[in-house]
């Protein structure tokens, strides 16, 4: 199972990385990524880590998947704190990696990512 933590849910990802994460995971299922106050000090983020570092482990201990993998993209201390905690325990954490491909239109700039493979977290 993979289990995508991100502000990109999987009605918006390419063909290519749907399959990508199939073949690698299995199910995929959304977990909406939290709405982080820019204000909020190191604790309170710590706190929402541990909140969804619960889900997280609750989530996988009823999925019956050999792989289990968390895809986390989002604000960086969160990403980092949930991550962390996930990595403590043994479970696989991973990004999305994409090209990046911009185009000016007057005074405008249109930006458009292109997914090429899932990338583990590992420290």
């Known amino acids: 199972m993979l289990i995508n933590l991100s502000n990109h849910p999987l009605s918006t990802w390419s063909a290519l990385q749907i399959e990508t994460a199939q073949k690698q995971f299995g199910e995929i299922m959304d977990l909406p990524f939290p709405k982080i106050n820019p204000e909020l000090n190191e604790t309170e983020i710590e706190n929402i880590a541990d909140d969804y570092f ?25 990403t ?3 991550v962390t905690k996930l990595l403590n325990k043994e479970i696989n954490c991973i990004a999305s990696t994409t090209e990046r491909n911009t185009k000016n239109i007057g005074d405008k700039k249109l930006t458009e990512f292109k997914f090429v493979k899932f990338r583990r977290y590992k420290y």
Do not use: C, P, Q, R
């Open 80 to 82: 980092f704190n949930i």
């Open 54 to 78: 619960n889900k997280i482990i609750s989530i996988l201990n009823k999925s019956n998947d050999k792989t289990n993998a968390v895809h986390v993209m989002g604000e960086l201390n969160f």
